[in-house]
C-alpha cells in the first residue's frame, strides 16, 4: 500500500515537472491554440455546403419564347440562399455548344439548355424538356448545382402539372361533381415530407467537426506528446537522471502519462471553448459525459505513445512513427468526412480505428444530446482498447528503457 | 579497507559486439578511480553497468553492498551521476531542477533546499539559483550538474568526462572539487581523456581498451612500469593502447552506429 502509495506521489513529481517544463515554451503554448483554430477555419470552409456556395455562375440559352420558360429562368436567376445571397449569376448564351465552350472555358459551372418548342409542347400537352449541362471538372459543385436545378426544373413541372390536373377536373365535373372537390395538388403529389429536429435549427459543418477535431486534438496530444517528451528526454540524457534515481519505473511512465493527459484534456477543451466562442457551436448533451469521454480517449490512445516512446530512439523517429499512424486515423476516423460516404473498403477499416468511436461518441452527445446508454458501446470499444494496449506497453516500456 | 565496488568477469554484449569483454576490478571506499581509455574502449558502458543504466549480459557487480542486477533499487540510493550528457532541464530553473531531483529521493523539502543552496554557494552558482538552466553556459550548467548529483551525498559517485569541453577556470575549480570530496571519503569513478587529470586525482588507475582492462595499478605504479625516464601518464597510456587512432569505431561501437540511425541512446 506505501509502495503504491509512493509511486503515486513520485509520478505527480514528475508530471508537475513535465508542465513546469512545458508552460515554460511560450511559443509552444501560443501554437497550441492556434493549431486547432487553423484546423477548424480550414476544415469549415473549404468544404463546400448549401450555404457557402452563391454567386456560382450559371449559363442559361432559352431559345424559347414562352412565358413558362421566362418564368423558369426567372426563379433561377431569383433563388437565394438562406442568408439572402443570390445562388447563381446568370448569364445568358444562345445555343447548347456556346454554353459547353463557356464550361470548357471556365466561365460557368454548369449550364440550362431550354429548347425553342419547350412551350408549344407542354400547351400541346406533350412532354417538355430541360437539359442539364454540369461542369465535371469539379464533381461537388456540379452534384449540388444539378440538385438545385431539378429541384426548380420538378417545381415548374408541379406547377404546369397542377394547372392542367385542375382544368381536367373542372372539365369532368360537369359529368361527375365529386371530382371538383378534390385538390390537384394531392393528386399531382399525394405524398408530402415532413422534418422533425432532434435539435432545433439546421447543423453548421463546424458543429460536425468540432466533436472530430476535439478527439484528433487529444489524440495527437496524448500519442505525439508522449512520445515526443520520454524520447526528447533519452536524447538530452536527463532520463538517465530518472532512471538512476529510486523511483518505480512505473512512477516514470506514470508521470508522463499524468503530464500528457493534463495537456490532452487541456487542449481538447480548448477547442471546444474556441469552437462554442468562435464558430457558434452548441454543445446540446451532458458536459459530464462529453468529460468523461474525452478521459477516455486520453486513456485509450495512452498505450501507444507508451509503446512508441519505448521504442522509438529520438525524437525524430517518434515523430515519424507516430505521422504514419495518425495520418490514416485523421482521415478514415470520420473526423471531416461522414464515414457513411466512404467506400465500403475504406468503411470496414474505419470500424478498426479507435478515433473514430472517440469521435462517434463525442458528436452523440454534442450535436445530438445523447445520453450515456446512447454511447455505451462506444465507451467500451475504448475502454477496452486502451487497457490492452497499456497491458502490453508497460512491461514493454519497463523492459526495454534499461538495455 | 573495505570494496565499495567489487566487478566480476562483467560482459556486455551489443548483438555480437563485446563493448565490455569479461573485466573484473574492484574499488576501495573513499578512493578516487580512474578509468581511462580510448574512445569506445567500453568506459562508459561500464558505468552505465554500475549505475543500473544498462543491464550486464553476463558476470556480477555489487556496488555499495548491493548487487546491479537483483538489486538496482539499493544500489540507485548510494550513487550520483554526472554523465557525458547533462542531467538538467534547461526550461527548469537551477534550484527548480535540484529541488525536482531532491524529490525523486525522498528528502524533505526543507532539507533539498538547504542542501541545495549550501552545494550552489559552494561551487558560486547562487545568484544564479532561479535562472533558467538553458541560459547558461556550460561551465556554468556543469556546476548545476554536479550539484544535483552531490545533493543526495552519494557513497559513490561516478564523473564521465566531468571537465569535458570546459575553460580553464571551471575545469580546475572541478578537479579541486573532486579533491574535496576524496577528503571527505566519497568514492569518486573518474574517467576522462586529460592524463595529466587523471595522474593529479587517481589514487588507482585501470586502463581499459577493446573492452578489456589491460593494466590497474597507481599512477606512479604505472609510470615505473614503463623503460621511460620521466615518463607521464600519457606515455603509459599510449604505449599501453597503442598509437593507432580509433577510427574503425563507427563500424564496430553500437553507440557510434545507434547515432548513425537518429539516436544514440537506443543501445549504448
Given amino acids: ?403 | 579497507m573495505e570494496n565499495i565496488i567489487e566487478v566480476k568477469n562483467l560482459v556486455k554484449d551489443f548483438n555480437g559486439f563485446k563493448a565490455v569483454n569479461d573485466i573484473s576490478f574492484y574499488v576501495k571506499k573513499g578512493e578516487v578511480f580512474g578509468f581511462l581509455g580510448p574512445n569506445g574502449a567500453g568506459k562508459s558502458t561500464t558505468i552505465r553497468m554500475l549505475t543500473t543504466l544498462t543491464r550486464p549480459t553476463s558476470g556480477q557487480a555489487t556496488v555499495a553492498g548491493h548487487d546491479i542486477v537483483n538489486e538496482p533499487a539499493n544500489v540507485r540510493e548510494h550513487i550520483g551521476l554526472v554523465a557525458e550528457k547533462l542531467i538538467l532541464y534547461d526550461r527548469l530553473t537551477a534550484m527548480e531542477n535540484l529541488m525536482f531531483f531532491g524529490s525523486l529521493y525522498h528528502l524533505p523539502k526543507k532539507e533539498t533546499k538547504d542542501r541545495a543552496m549550501k552545494w550552489l554557494k559552494i561551487l558560486e552558482m547562487e545568484k544564479w539559483a532561479h535562472k533558467l538552466a538553458g541560459t547558461f553556459s556550460t561551465g556554468m550548467k556543469q556546476r548545476v550538474n554536479i550539484a544535483r548529483a552531490l545533493l543526495t551525498e552519494p557513497e559513490v559517485m561516478f564523473l564521465d568526462e566531468p571537465t569535458l569541453g570546459l575553460d580553464p577556470q571551471t575545469s580546475r575549480s572541478i578537479r579541486d572539487f573532486i579533491k574535496d570530496l576524496h577528503a571527505h571519503s566519497v568514492t569518486v569513478i573518474l574517467t576522462t581523456h586529460i592524463m595529466p587529470e587523471a595522474d593529479e586525482l587517481s589514487d588507482n588507475i585501470a586502463i581499459i581498451d577493446h573492452g578489456k582492462i589491460i593494466s590497474i595499478d597507481t599512477p606512479a605504479g604505472l609510470k615505473a612500469s614503463i623503460k621511460k625516464d620521466n615518463a607521464t601518464l600519457e606515455d603509459v597510456f599510449l604505449q599501453l593502447t597503442g598509437r593507432n587512432m580509433r577510427d574503425d569505431a563507427t563500424v564496430h561501437i553500437p553507440s557510434a552506429r545507434g547515432h548513425m540511425f537518429g539516436g544514440k541512446s537506443r543501445i549504448r
Fill in chain 1, 1 to 403: 500500500m506505501n509502495n503504491i502509495l509512493q509511486i503515486f506521489s513520485d509520478s505527480f513529481r514528475m508530471a508537475r515537472k513535465d508542465l513546469l517544463d512545458f508552460t515554460r515554451d511560450k511559443m509552444q503554448l501560443v501554437f497550441v491554440i492556434i493549431m486547432p483554430i487553423f484546423m477548424m477555419i480550414m476544415t469549415g470552409f473549404i468544404f463546400p455546403t448549401e450555404n457557402s456556395l452563391k454567386d456560382i455562375p450559371l449559363g442559361i440559352a432559352n431559345q424559347d419564347t414562352g412565358q413558362i420558360s421566362a418564368t423558369m429562368v426567372q426563379a433561377l436567376t431569383q433563388m437565394k440562399t438562406s442568408d439572402g445571397s443570390h445562388i447563381f449569376s446568370v448569364k445568358t448564351y444562345t445555343d447548347v455548344n456556346s454554353l459547353k465552350d463557356a464550361i470548357k472555358a471556365q466561365k460557368i459551372n454548369g449550364g440550362v439548355y431550354i429548347a425553342n418548342d419547350f412551350s408549344q409542347m407542354i400547351q400541346q400537352n406533350e412532354q417538355a424538356s430541360a437539359t442539364i449541362i454540369p461542369d465535371q471538372s469539379n464533381p461537388q459543385i456540379s452534384q449540388i448545382l444539378t440538385q438545385l436545378l431539378q429541384q426548380v426544373i420538378s417545381g415548374t413541372s408541379t406547377g404546369i402539372a397542377q394547372t392542367k390536373v385542375g382544368e381536367m377536373l373542372r372539365l369532368s365535373g360537369t359529368a361527375n361533381p365529386q371530382l371538383t372537390q378534390l385538390d390537384p395538388a394531392a393528386i399531382i403529389s399525394p405524398v408530402q415530407s415532413a422534418t422533425d429536429n432532434l435539435i432545433p435549427g439546421k447543423p453548421n459543418y463546424f458543429q460536425f467537426v468540432a466533436p472530430g477535431i476535439m478527439a484528433l486534438i487529444v489524440m495527437m496530444s496524448v500519442m505525439t506528446g508522449l512520445a515526443v517528451s520520454v524520447s526528447k528526454e533519452r536524447e538530452a540524457g536527463t532520463l538517465d537522471g530518472l532512471l538512476i534515481a529510486p523511483v518505480s519505473r512505473l512512477s516514470i511512465i506514470l508521470g508522463k502519462a499524468f503530464s500528457q493527459t493534463v495537456r490532452g484534456m487541456a487542449q481538447g477543451l480548448i477547442v471546444l471553448l474556441l469552437a462554442i466562442v468562435i464558430f457558434g457551436v452548441h454543445v446540446y448533451g451532458n458536459w459530464l459525459i462529453m468529460i468523461v469521454l474525452m478521459f477516455l480517449g486520453v486513456f485509450a490512445f495512452m498505450g501507444i505513445g507508451i509503446l512508441v516512446s519505448a521504442l522509438a530512439s529520438a525524437q525524430e523517429s517518434a515523430m515519424t512513427i507516430m505521422m504514419t499512424f495518425q495520418f490514416p486515423m485523421m482521415f478514415l476516423s470520420g473526423t471531416f468526412f461522414p464515414i457513411q460516404q466512404m467506400p465500403k473498403v475504406m468503411q470496414y477499416i474505419s470500424k478498426v480505428i479507435p478515433l473514430t468511436y472517440e469521435g462517434t461518441a463525442l458528436r452523440k452527445v454534442i450535436i445530438l444530446g445523447a445520453g450515456f446508454s446512447s454511447v455505451w458501446t462506444e465507451v467500451l470499444i475504448l475502454f477496452v482498447f486502451g487497457a490492452v494496449m497499456l497491458a502490453v506497453a508497460v512491461p514493454t516500456f519497463r523492459r526495454v528503457i534499461t538495455k
